[in-house]
């Protein structure tokens, strides 16, 4: 960790870590902002998340030991002066385990994902592709830290690059070698056998693969059997060409009158978006007149012209109860679409929506569609949501006092957009999940939300709000309305500014009660010696408690032997430890153990004042 001096004289945090085939990872904290720049595998560098004022200018793998921060880019305040910054020397290995962890995750998606070396060689299962992107990541960081530990006082750049070429070369080979378990041969209709009162259809098991005209025939013969009584198809993990479609399409008409539930996510992958769209028209064609009440178009890449080429389907719905569009490049356009299609909403239960590009114009079109529903699962994350769409959003789900499961997590509401959410959690008395991670909700935000959350939810069991700068100030909010919510069995206040303050008000939230719990995250939030003690023994002794994440906090060594010292009966309940800095800076005051002392003693009688 470095530290800079922004023009206002508030000191700036520097953090480093590699990321994806010789990309990184760069985060810069502040007291007004966090944001985070991603690029790698092969990409170059992208924006992701935007703080208030700052950008980083990344380099080229070969420099990755210099990083240079600018005022009033990418659109931010301008009015902030210019002023000069040196680069700064930054040591980048090793990588932290979540970026271990990320990168097994790109290799195994893939891996597992159709490409014109699959088709020759032969395309991977996903558990397959897991467990060999496991084996790569492995022996590639055991390659860059030998390498590294010859080096030890060079800035880890080189490793980084080794760790990227080693990954790069492990897996080609891997592609080359194809898949080596042996697949499950789809049994053709006459060896299946007989279910007279089968109602669900699912070719999505076994190797994921393009099929062809003939391997349909095959494949959907059992549809065809005089008497079936299928309500639900499956086609996912199934790469669907022309021939493939005409053979579903007169098969699927003739059972209009009694499919009810279709998933036909990520079957057209591969194929060239002309194809894909004259695949996608025949499919609506094919399912056009049926009352289906759940809907699954994921990953299928749509956008408005995917959308459209499904018209005929969307204009037939109105008994629709369940909707997944997540991850199709729902734009704007795409959004106005999708309203303009669907003729009724009305028993519209669940509406997913994550990982699109909607922004907020794209938002105030759906905040028409959730006005006209009866939600009671609505997930709308990772959509470039700002402050604009975030409010028309929250304003229309006044309306749907069902609500049960809310997941807004990972876009740019801020504090407007948190006001208005307030006022639509007062009327959710049935609510079960929350998650608000990652929403620039601030201290302000923050306490909007936890003061009608308290009175309204009882039955709460997850609840997040990780990633939005929140202080002990806001901290003091959400514990009472944490002391209210005795079913909880998940909490994540990760990525946050609690310090000790903050994470003793928490753990006396915690205190009593709560015997459902089973997992919270404090991880990353600046905590000390004290603050991990008290949250330690707050949940020590919780019947079914199974993971406390205080992992990236400034715990001094002592308080790291005293922490694992309240979980020796039971060591797998607390986990890892190995990016917790004992030397971190507490960039407001330097504080050391005999601080911590006095904090922990000024806070021992300390109670959570809450409503009755």
Not at 294 to 306: M, P, Q, V, W
Request: aromatic share 6%; with cysteine.
């Amino acid at each position: 960790m470095d530290t800079r001096q922004h023009p206002t004289g508030a000191s700036l945090g520097v953090s480093i870590s590699p990321l994806l085939f010789g990309g990184f990872h760069v985060s810069l904290e502040n007291g007004w902002s966090r944001f985070v720049l991603l690029a790698g595998f092969w990409d170059s560098c992208f924006l992701t998340r935007i703080g208030k004022w700052g950008c980083c200018n990344l380099l080229n793998p070969g420099e990755l030991g210099s990083v240079d921060v600018f005022p009033g880019c990418f659109g931010m305040d301008s009015a902030v002066e210019p002023f000069q910054l040196r680069p700064v020397s930054i040591k980048l290995w090793p990588p932290s385990q979540s970026t271990r962890i990320m990168l097994v995750e790109r290799m195994t998606k893939n891996l597992a994902t159709p490409s014109v070396l699959s088709r020759k060689y032969g395309l991977l299962t996903l558990e397959e592709a897991e467990e060999d992107a496991r084996h790569i990541e492995e022996s590639a960081f055991i390659a860059a830290n030998q390498h590294h530990e010859k080096e030890p006082d060079g800035d880890g750049s080189s490793a980084v690059q080794l760790y990227a070429k080693e990954s790069s070369k492990l897996m080609l080979e891997v592609i080359r070698r194809g898949p080596t378990k042996k697949i499950d041969r789809e049994l053709p209709a006459s060896e299946k056998p007989a279910g007279a009162n089968e109602t669900v259809f699912d070719i999505s098991g076994g190797r994921r693969a393009f099929i062809d005209g003939e391997e349909a025939e095959t494949l959907l013969k059992p549809l065809e059997t005089p008497g079936n009584v299928f309500k639900k198809i499956c086609f996912s993990n199934r790469s669907f060409g022309l021939d493939a479609a005409r053979v579903a399409e007169p098969i699927l008409k003739s059972l209009w009158n009694q499919i009810t539930e279709v998933d036909i996510s990520d079957f057209v992958a591969g194929r060239n978006e002309v194809e894909a769209l004259e695949v996608m028209t025949i499919f609506s064609s094919a399912l056009e007149g049926c009352r289906l009440r759940y809907l699954n178009l994921s990953n299928n890449a749509l956008g408005e012209k995917g959308i459209r080429a499904f018209g005929p389907m969307l204009k037939s719905l109105t008994d629709l109860e369940e909707l997944y569009l997540m991850n199709d490049g729902i734009s704007e356009e795409a959004a106005r679409a999708i309203c303009e299609l669907l003729p009724s909403t009305k028993k519209l239960r669940v509406l997913h929506f994550h990982n699109n590009m909607t922004g907020d114009e794209g938002a105030v079109a759906i905040s028409e569609m959730i006005k006209h529903s009866a939600l009671e699962d609505f997930r709308c994350s990772s959509t470039r949501i700002g402050s604009e769409g975030g409010v028309a959003l929250c304003e229309a789900l006044r309306t749907c006092t069902q609500m049960k499961k809310l997941d807004l997590r990972d876009n740019m509401f801020g504090v407007e957009a948190a006001l208005a959410l307030s006022q639509a959690i007062s009327s959710f008395s049935d609510l079960t999940e929350l998650y608000l991670s990652y929403l620039n909700l601030e201290d302000e935000g923050a306490e909007a939300i936890a003061g009608p959350l308290e009175k309204s939810g009882p039955s709460l069991e997850v609840f997040e709000m990780a990633g939005n700068d929140i202080s002990a100030k806001g901290a003091a909010a959400l514990a009472s309305c944490i002391t209210a919510k005795q079913f909880l069995t998940k909490l994540n206040l990760s990525e946050n500014e609690l310090k000790d303050e903050g994470a003793i008000l928490i753990a006396r939230a915690l205190e009593e009660g709560h015997g459902q719990l089973s997992e919270v995250d404090l991880s990353t939030n600046s905590i000390r010696r004290s603050g991990a003690k008290v949250i330690a023994q707050a949940v020590v002794r919780k019947p079914g408690f199974k993971l406390l994440n205080i992992n990236a906090n400034f715990i001094s060594d002592d308080g790291i032997d005293e922490v694992k010292e309240i979980f020796k009966a039971c060591p797998s309940l607390l986990g890892p430890l190995d990016e917790n800095d004992p030397e971190g800076e507490d960039l407001d005051e330097e504080v050391g153990d005999e601080g911590d002392d006095e904090l922990e003693s000024k806070l021992k009688g300390l109670e959570i004042k809450h409503d009755e």
